[in-house]
T-cell receptor
Framework: GDSVTQMEGPVTLSEEAFLTINCTYT??????LFWYVQYPGEGLQLLLK?????DKGSNKGFEATYRKETTSFHLEKGSVQVSDSAVYFC???????????FGDGTTLTVKP | GAGVSQSPSNKVTEKGKDVELRCDPI?????LYWYRQRLGQGLEFLIY????????KSGLPSDRFSAERTGESVSTLTIQRTQQEDSAVYLC?????????????FGPGTRLTVT
């Protein structure tokens, strides 16, 4: 079945550092890939998405590129801020579009 | 406009009792999803409703779990004879369609604690 594996946390960075959170997946067919963010005390929000190979999703300075050859969708940001502290989830929606498969989440803490 | 709402926000129940969790999707959204999130883990798919089609129940962990949806509106997730391993946050999401490209909007969740 479909699966998502993402970088274990927690990740602690200083403000303005470069962020990478790795995500790899296993799926049949051509899934859509997503990054969700959960800020402290808030619900899950879509951060960015990519629906086909080589697409780049971007939002709020975050980027991720759909790499079919490496089955990856790594999340990157060039300069993190304290306000980026949250839990980040990688997810895919595959041939059964009703079912999203999520990774276990990576907790990011950014210190001033 | 209003987002997805869930009630109650917190529920503490004794082992063996039944519980009902409610989800009100965004108006006009035809697709509705239930997920479970155990502490420190990702979201686990439970069930999916799309319009008038038969629901996809493939994620329900046991026959103690069931869900209903009234038309294209409110949904109720029922857990019978609760067990301690049912303790988790139960998340509901809705989308304007069931295809891959439609964004899922999540509610704040119901935190269930079984004592």
């Amino acid at each position: 079945g479909d699966s998502v594996t993402q970088m274990e946390g927690p990740v602690t960075l200083s403000e303005e550092a470069f962020l990478t959170i790795n995500c790899t997946y296993t799926a049949t067919g051509y899934p859509s890939l997503f990054w969700y963010v959960q800020y402290p005390g808030e619900g899950l929000q879509l951060l960015l998405k990519a629906t086909k190979a080589d697409d780049k999703g971007s939002n709020k300075g975050f980027e991720a590129t759909y790499r079919k050859e490496t089955t990856s969708f790594h999340l990157e940001k060039g300069s993190v801020q304290v306000s980026d502290s949250a839990v980040y989830f990688c997810a895919l929606r595959g041939t059964n579009a009703g079912k999203s498969t999520f990774g276990d989440g990576t907790t990011l803490t950014v210190k001033p | 406009g209003a987002g997805v709402s869930q009630s109650p926000s917190n529920k503490v129940t004794e082992k063996g009792k039944d519980v009902e969790l409610r989800c009100d999707p965004i108006s006009g959204h035809t697709a509705l999803y239930w997920y479970r999130q155990r502490l420190g883990q990702g979201l686990e798919f439970l069930i999916y409703f799309q319009g008038n089609s038969a629901p996809d129940k493939s994620g329900l962990p046991s026959d103690r779990f069931s869900a209903e949806r009234t038309g294209e509106s409110v949904s109720t997730l029922t857990i019978q004879r609760t067990q301690q391993e049912d303790s988790a946050v139960y998340l509901c999401a809705s989308s304007s369609g069931g295809a891959l490209s439609y964004e899922q909007y999540f509610g704040p969740g119901t935190r269930l604690t079984v004592t």
